[in-house]
């Protein structure tokens, strides 16, 4: 079926600074390396924008056509719209989009329809794969049966959620903090994350890009303690049946609550654990404003989401599909009445609340009653869940004692048949048959396990800096970590400039303070104002002003002028950046004294 192009007036966008930022590590990367690369993207940072200018100028440079695919008709429709909107022409090729064009150099389409007429597709030069942590049989095929014909073809992937339950972070390396631990990832596809924009950052922007959601605690909730989980990563269908089903007065007790909690609220998405249970929700619901949108009959469920986003009703119910590819900016609150099995899946139904709307004032609610706040984020922050592969039982354990600190770390070892000797001494490393530390390459002792720094602390939560496998300053000599970029001493580079990313700053104006590479404050007065917010929460209330003086010159350089006044400082948060610097400062202080 061929695609009609109706001529639209071009629209010019302006890409925000992290959107060009992105596009322009992604090409950076492009230029130099074959292998698989990421962007991050948070959900409301944009994706279909990024996806529009990649596939742009990725067919500006080579010459040659771009393929962008996405897992359903939903996405490939929203990142062609987008695209077209340019004034660029572009075709979709998509069974469930209703059409199959290859007329233009770039084309959306969906997985499946694409490996199935593989041999179609001619002459391409990128591949751009929108929500890349689902990467399917027809996704990997796709790609493998092009670079048989085009080795050079490079493949960009985008996700806001990139790590899957079972085998952690889906790719090997980040830009930023460099190789990933064997506890993070496992089998990554992607070889490296060239960019990332977290929502964290977007909320952090004044004004903001994203909303904030507020957690809204509630006395009734699920028993998911009889939950188990199956094998294949997901729960077992009697225990989910256990948990949700067969209490209808409870599930109507909930919805009770959810309606009275969510008054004032323009739309709110609730999903439920299986179809059985939806239908239950829905029994309990204002019929004229709620609708049932699941997979079961597809007609029915683009007319309640089209209802949905029209705000014709308030309540969307379903089990799983509203948790990606779908723009509601008028939804304002997520009602979870069932257990995910992952973060993953969590954070990507939160991220439907997250865009900005007008009146978006009011806040945005998740309203949780299956304890996934609970099992997933037992911090509080939903930004930034825990990702670990799961350990494998065959694996063993080594003690390794610090050489420095003499704390016993407990590192995971080698298979017997990796092992490069049957013996190691105390401290971790390999001994030969003269029981002499075996010796590398470079004539560095090779640990006998896979740990790379030493876990003790040394003060309070400061880390001992001692390294099984480091890599040695080529100005000062000083070990840094195998992954580091930059000496943590004299701040000079570390990367070959052959594989460096040319990183570039996003608020080029702002006179932003640094420690090293990391970013600790906007300006002097917002360094000032963390330090005595700090100094208040930290010290008695006569040695405040001299401790938030006496953090400003160690962390600027400088000391605190008359413009600034301890009386008169805003109260303000102070991040994670600025805490690290403050501990760091105490470790050095608390070293030099043991020196003394």
Not at 1 to 5: C, F, G
Not at 91 to 99: E, L, V, W
Not at 297 to 303: A, G, I
């Given at each position: 079926?061929?695609?009609?192009?109706q001529e639209k007036p071009a629209v010019k966008y302006t890409l925000r600074p992290y959107q060009q930022a992105a596009v322009d590590h992604a090409l950076e990367y492009a230029k130099k390396s074959l292998k698989p690369q990421i962007i991050v993207a948070c959900t409301g940072a944009g994706k279909s924008l990024i996806i529009s200018e990649l596939a742009k100028e990725l067919m500006a440079l080579s010459g040659k056509r771009v393929l962008c695919l996405a897992p359903n008709a939903k996405l490939v429709i929203q990142n062609h719209e987008k695209y077209t909107?340019?004034?660029?022409?572009?075709?979709?090729?998509?069974?469930?989009?209703?059409?199959?064009?290859?007329?233009?150099?770039?084309t959306f389409g969906t997985p499946i329809t694409v490996y199935n007429s593989i041999d179609m597709l001619n002459d391409y030069s990128a591949i751009i794969i929108?929500?890349?942590d689902g990467l399917t049989k027809a996704v990997k095929g796709t790609i493998d049966a092009l670079r048989d014909r085009y080795p050079n073809i490079r493949v960009i992937g985008l996700t806001a959620t990139p790590y899957r339950m079972r085998t952690g972070f889906i790719?090997?390396?980040?830009?930023?903090?460099?190789?990933?631990?064997?506890?993070?990832?496992?089998d990554p596809y992607f070889h490296f994350c060239s960019y990332e924009v977290s929502a964290a950052e977007l909320l952090a922007h004044d004004p903001p890009f994203l909303v904030l959601p507020k957690h809204i605690v509630s006395q009734l909730d699920y028993d998911t303690s009889c939950l188990v989980m199956e094998k294949t990563g997901l729960w077992n269908a009697e225990s989910v049946d256990e948990a949700f089903m067969g209490d209808e007065r409870l599930t109507a007790d909930i919805v009770a609550d959810i309606i009275a909690k969510t008054t004032n609220q323009r739309g709110v998405l609730i999903f439920g654990s299986t179809i059985a249970h939806c239908k239950e929700i829905m029994r309990s619901l204002p019929p004229e404003l709620s609708a049932l949108a699941t997979g079961?009959?597809?007609?029915?469920?683009?007319?309640?989401?089209e209802y949905f986003s029209s705000q014709k009703i308030k309540y969307l119910v379903n089990v799983n599909t509203q948790s990606v590819g779908c723009d509601y900016p008028h939804a304002d609150t997520v009602v979870m009445m069932r257990r995910t099995e992952s973060p993953r899946l969590f954070t990507q139904m939160i991220g439907r609340i997250l865009r900005i709307y007008p009146g978006y004032e009011k806040g945005a609610f998740i309203l949780d009653y299956a304890d996934n706040m609970e099992n997933h984020f037992p911090n509080g922050d939903i930004f930034n869940p825990k990702i670990k592969v799961p350990k494998d039982p065959n694996s063993e354990k080594r003690q390794a004692i610090c050489p420095v600190c003499g704390f016993e770390n407990q590192f995971t070892a080698p298979t017997p048949d990796k092992d490069l000797s049957s013996q190691w001494d105390e401290n971790g490393f390999y001994l030969d048959t003269t029981e002499n530390r075996l010796l590398n390459t470079w004539g560095n002792p090779i640990p006998a396990h896979f740990g790379r720094r030493c876990q003790g602390l040394i003060f309070r939560d400061y880390r001992c800096e001692f390294q099984w496998v480091s890599k040695p300053c080529p100005e000062c000599e000083t070990s840094n970590d195998i992954a580091a970029r930059v000496c943590k001493s004299c701040e000079s580079e570390l990367v070959d400039p052959n594989d460096k990313l040319f990183l570039r700053e996003l608020y080029s104006a702002a006179p932003d303070i640094y420690s090293g590479k990391t970013k600790l404050a906007n300006d002097k007065t917002h360094l000032w104002n963390m330090c005595c917010s700090y100094a208040k929460a930290k010290s008695l209330p006569d040695k405040q002003a001299a401790r938030a003086r006496a953090l400003f010159r160690d962390i600027s350089g400088e000391k605190c002028g008359k413009e600034f006044s301890f009386s008169e400082a805003a109260n303000v948060s102070f991040n994670n950046n600025f805490l690290n610097k403050v501990r760091a400062l105490a470790a050095e202080y608390?070293?030099?004294?043991?020196a003394k």
């Open positions: 079926m061929n695609e009609e192009n909107s340019y004034g660029f022409e572009a075709s979709i090729f998509s069974a469930s989009a209703g059409q199959k064009c290859l007329k233009h150099a770039v929108d929500e890349a790719y090997a390396n980040h830009y930023r903090d460099g190789c990933l631990d064997a506890d993070q990832t496992k079961e009959n597809r007609p029915e469920r683009l007319k309640a989401e608390y070293v030099s004294l043991k």
